[in-house]
């Protein structure tokens, strides 16, 4: 089992930027995807941004790109989101996940944390 423990949710006005950070412990860091996934109430959990163990590749959704970075740290076993430029549409819980392969399989990843409130104002 590896636990997941996200920070660095907050309020912020439209076009100011929000660092989230994920914390693994358990199972090894090493080996696994990471990604970040969010959702709103009424809506499925939408995926956002996801890295292979080496970090060697990357995947964002469409409509985060050009906006968000995606990075690791495995010395730190820690994930990041650099979130940039903030919409109010980005307001939502933003969950930290992992998966049990190496490479970014969007519908892979089985262990989730308890997830960080990020509310965009305009």
């Known amino acids: 089992q590896v636990q997941l423990v996200e920070s660095g949710g907050g309020l912020v006005q439209a076009g100011g930027s929000l660092r989230l950070s994920c914390a693994a412990s358990?199972?090894?860091?090493?080996?696994?995807?990471m990604g970040w996934f969010r959702q709103v109430p009424g809506k499925e959990r939408e995926f956002v941004a996801g890295?292979?163990?080496?970090?060697?590749?990357?995947h964002y959704a469409d409509s985060v790109k050009g906006r968000f970075t995606i990075s690791r740290d495995n010395a730190k076993n820690t994930v990041y989101l650099q979130m940039n430029s903030l919409k109010p549409e980005d307001t939502a819980v933003y969950y930290c996940?992992?998966?049990?392969?190496?490479?970014?399989?969007?519908?892979?990843?089985?262990?989730w944390g308890q997830g960080t409130q990020v509310t965009v104002s305009s």
């Open positions: 996940a992992t998966a049990d392969v190496p490479m970014v399989v969007r519908g892979l990843f089985n262990y």
């Open positions: 890295i292979s163990w080496t970090g060697g590749d990357i």
């Open positions: 358990g199972r090894t860091f090493g080996s696994r995807a």
